[in-house]
């Protein structure tokens, strides 16, 4: 999703972390970690543009996920998935190999009906299913093919007290 949202015209977000030039400079940079440096650069980018969309405060999205979840992610080691980063790396420079990537992902919902936009597709919940995972890729696989930014998000429960 990084990838692809730097890449089409217009670009979702304004970053070129996750291309081969920005791999390349990041490596320089960052020897062992320059995936990881990009990952985190653009999707800081890619954050902002959804918390844009969607707001900060009871939602969640991929780019703004529960404290605890963060952590975990965060906790992995760098090198963790090399064939992924080996794979990811080849579909750099195209985004019909890129969104075929996403398109794996998004297992049997190919195509959702979802338009552009903001869009909830789920609770706080839920996001730990598979069910969520193919929602989440279906949804942006949708808005990239169509050419719209979409941004769909989890709503987080609400505590009572606000009426």
Same mark, same amino acid.
């Given at each position: 999703?990084?990838?692809?949202?730097?890449?089409?015209?217009?670009?979702?977000?304004?970053?070129?972390?996750?291309?081969?030039?920005? &791999?390349?400079? #990041?490596?320089?940079?960052?020897?062992? @970690?320059?995936?990881? /440096?990009?990952?985190?650069?653009? =999707?800081? $980018?890619?954050?902002?543009?959804?918390?844009?969309?969607?707001?900060?405060?009871?939602?969640?999205?991929?780019f703004?996920?529960?404290?605890?979840?963060?952590?975990?992610?965060?906790?992995?080691?760098?090198?963790?998935?090399?064939?992924?980063?080996?794979?990811?790396?080849?579909?750099?420079?195209?985004?019909?190999?890129?969104?075929e990537? &996403?398109?794996? #992902?998004?297992?049997?919902?190919?195509e @959702?009906?979802?338009? /552009?936009?903001?869009?909830?597709? =789920?609770? $706080?919940?839920?996001?730990?299913?598979?069910?969520?995972?193919?929602?989440?890729?279906?949804?942006?696989?949708?808005?990239?093919?169509?050419?719209?930014?979409?941004?769909?998000?989890?709503?987080a429960?609400?505590?009572g007290?606000?009426?």
């Amino acid at each position: 999703v990084l990838a692809i949202g730097e890449s089409v015209t217009p670009a979702w977000w304004k970053t070129e972390f996750m291309s081969e030039t920005g &791999l390349r400079f #990041l490596e320089r940079l960052y020897p062992r @970690t320059a995936f990881r /440096a990009a990952v985190h650069a653009a =999707g800081a $980018a890619a954050c902002d543009a959804h918390d844009h969309a969607v707001g900060r405060i009871g939602v969640y999205h991929l780019f703004r996920l529960p404290e605890s979840l963060e952590v975990e992610i965060n906790r992995l080691p760098p090198g963790a998935d090399a064939s992924f980063v080996s794979a990811f790396r080849a579909s750099l420079g195209s985004t019909e190999k890129l969104m075929e990537m &996403l398109a794996s #992902l998004s297992g049997r919902l190919k195509e @959702t009906g979802e338009s /552009a936009g903001a869009k909830r597709i =789920g609770n $706080a919940e839920d996001l730990m299913t598979p069910d969520a995972f193919e929602r989440t890729a279906a949804f942006y696989l949708h808005a990239f093919g169509r050419g719209k930014p979409g941004f769909p998000y989890f709503a987080a429960e609400q505590s009572g007290g606000r009426g």
